[in-house]
């Protein structure tokens, strides 16, 4: 028997000795190493805020939670917890995540991710990103070190610019501000003042590219950004239905559902609908020069159900033509940098500016209060104290 058959013949007998669980023990690992063998998955909806993430945690994720987690593979973490969890991670990563925390937020996450270790996993929450901030998320780390055994997919929503931040005008004085109409600091500010705090403040960016930035400073590579606009994803399904089938990995039972119930659905189906604050604002006016003594909500409705179309039947402050165009391509621009496959399409652009010239017309203007409390009587006659 020569050398090198000797050699081989030592090295079977050394592999027989090798149990064969241990064999496959080593295998697993050795796969489970590779970029290319992970099969599970992670789904993470990260907002921002004002862009349908209400249609996507009620409409989407709640409405087939059954189908998604009996038939799809997918374990849910609740929305609730989420937001827990990156207010806890937002406020102090460091602390979050040692045994200190108070509501031991990341204690439950990891726990979660332990008894579901063999299921996809799917999670959102819009709250807690600081989309505004130019420095990146340090707690983001904690995401990525805690995901590493996984297929992550991030996703971001977007809507034109200016539509978000009219929605935020909205979100932000909605709520307390129409019963305190004597106090200054609860005073519902004009839309276009609105506009130039927060450009003074923090630019009038586009928080889903502040998103991108943050989660690109932290090297996750597969974020995608899901539409309100539809023309990017040339798809007329609604939103819930594109969330299922085109953002949720592997989700083919519940996407086959949603596309048979949402058809009917996508042109009545709302969720967390906002509206503008010319009634609010206008009541607030009235209260404070004494044109009515009425509680303001009162007021606010009594006016809102007099006049239908107030764009066309009271007089408007819009933006100047400069500030307009400028608006305008800053849309366009934070469409190129979010689009760049189709950034180049003319057609895409002119129906941005189509949009946005007919919002100029409504919801971008704001009504003069002072010229109405001139003239009061005119407009608003009927509605005194």
Same mark, same amino acid.
């Given at each position: 028997?020569?050398?090198?058959?000797?050699?081989?013949?030592?090295? %079977? =007998?050394?592999?027989?000795?090798?149990?064969? #669980? *241990?064999?496959?023990?080593?295998?697993? @690992?050795?796969?489970? &190493?590779?970029?290319?063998?992970?099969?599970?998955?992670?789904?993470?909806?990260?907002?921002?805020?004002?862009?349908?993430?209400?249609?996507?945690?009620?409409?989407?994720?709640?409405?087939?939670?059954?189908?998604?987690?009996?038939?799809?593979?997918?374990?849910?973490?609740?929305?609730?917890?989420?937001?827990?969890?990156?207010?806890?991670?937002?406020?102090?990563?460091?602390?979050?995540?040692?045994?200190?925390?108070?509501?031991?937020?990341?204690?439950?996450?990891?726990?979660? %991710? =332990?008894?579901?270790?063999?299921?996809?996993? #799917? *999670?959102?929450?819009?709250?807690?990103? @600081?989309?505004?901030? &130019?420095?990146?998320?340090?707690?983001?780390?904690?995401?990525?070190?805690?995901?590493?055994?996984?297929?992550?997919?991030?996703?971001?929503?977007?809507?034109?610019?200016?539509?978000?931040?009219?929605?935020?005008?909205?979100?932000?004085?909605?709520?307390?501000?129409?019963?305190?109409?004597?106090?200054?600091?609860?005073?519902?500010?004009?839309?276009?003042?609105?506009?130039?705090r927060a450009n003074e403040s923090y630019g009038l960016v586009h928080p889903t590219f502040g998103g991108l930035k943050h989660f690109s400073a932290y090297n996750f590579t597969n974020i995608r950004i899901?539409?309100?606009?539809?023309?990017?994803?040339?798809?007329?399904?609604?939103?819930?239905?594109?969330?299922?089938?085109?953002?949720?990995?592997?989700?083919?039972?519940?996407?086959?559902?949603?596309?048979?119930?949402?058809?009917?659905?996508?042109?009545?189906?709302?969720?967390?609908?906002?509206?503008?604050?010319?009634?609010?604002?206008?009541?607030?006016?009235?209260?404070?020069?004494?044109?009515?003594?009425?509680?303001?909500?009162?007021?606010?409705?009594?006016?809102?159900?007099?006049?239908?179309?107030?764009?066309?039947?009271?007089?408007?402050?819009?933006?100047?033509?400069?500030?307009?165009?400028?608006?305008?391509?800053?849309?366009?621009?934070?469409?190129?940098?979010?689009?760049?496959?189709?950034?180049?399409?003319?057609?895409?652009?002119?129906?941005?500016?189509?949009?946005?010239?007919?919002?100029?017309?409504?919801?971008?203007?704001?009504?003069?209060?002072?010229?109405?409390?001139?003239?009061?009587?005119?407009?608003?006659?009927?509605?005194?104290?």
């Open positions: 028997m020569t050398g090198v058959q000797n050699n081989r013949l030592r090295l %079977l =007998q050394c592999w027989r000795t090798i149990p064969l #669980l *241990l064999l496959l023990t080593l295998l697993y @690992n050795w796969l489970s &190493s590779r970029d290319g063998s992970k099969t599970r998955q992670i789904v993470f909806h990260v907002g921002p805020p004002k862009m349908g993430s209400t249609s996507i945690q009620m409409g989407a994720i709640d409405r087939y939670r059954k189908i998604l987690t009996s038939r799809d593979g997918y374990a849910i973490y609740s929305t609730k917890d989420t937001s827990d969890l990156n207010k806890c991670l937002f406020r102090n990563w460091t602390l979050c995540l040692s045994s200190k925390s108070i509501n031991n937020a990341w204690e439950q996450f990891t726990n979660f %991710l =332990q008894s579901h270790s063999n299921k996809n996993i #799917l *999670l959102s929450t819009e709250n807690y990103w @600081n989309h505004v901030g &130019s420095e990146p998320l340090s707690f983001l780390q904690a995401y990525k070190d805690v995901f590493a055994d996984y297929n992550v997919t991030i996703v971001l929503a977007y809507r034109d610019l200016y539509r978000y931040w009219h929605s935020s005008y909205y979100q932000t004085f909605r709520s307390g501000y129409c019963g305190y109409s004597t106090h200054p600091s609860k005073m519902i500010p004009s839309i276009l003042d609105f506009y130039q899901i539409s309100l606009e539809h023309e990017e994803e040339n798809d007329d399904d609604s939103l819930v239905t594109r969330f299922i089938c085109n953002y949720v990995v592997g989700a083919e039972s519940s996407c086959e559902t949603a596309k048979m119930k949402e058809k009917n659905q996508e042109q009545n189906q709302h969720y967390n609908i906002g509206h503008v604050l010319v009634w609010e604002r206008l009541a607030q006016a009235a209260q404070q020069y004494n044109i009515s003594t009425k509680g303001c909500k009162t007021i606010a409705q009594e006016l809102e159900a007099s006049l239908d179309q107030w764009w066309k039947n009271l007089p408007l402050i819009c933006l100047s033509k400069i500030q307009q165009e400028w608006f305008l391509q800053r849309t366009i621009d934070f469409h190129r940098q979010l689009f760049p496959s189709i950034q180049n399409d003319d057609d895409t652009e002119q129906l941005i500016e189509q949009r946005f010239r007919q919002a100029m017309n409504v919801t971008l203007c704001d009504v003069n209060v002072e010229l109405i409390l001139a003239n009061w009587h005119v407009y608003f006659g009927n509605i005194t104290k």
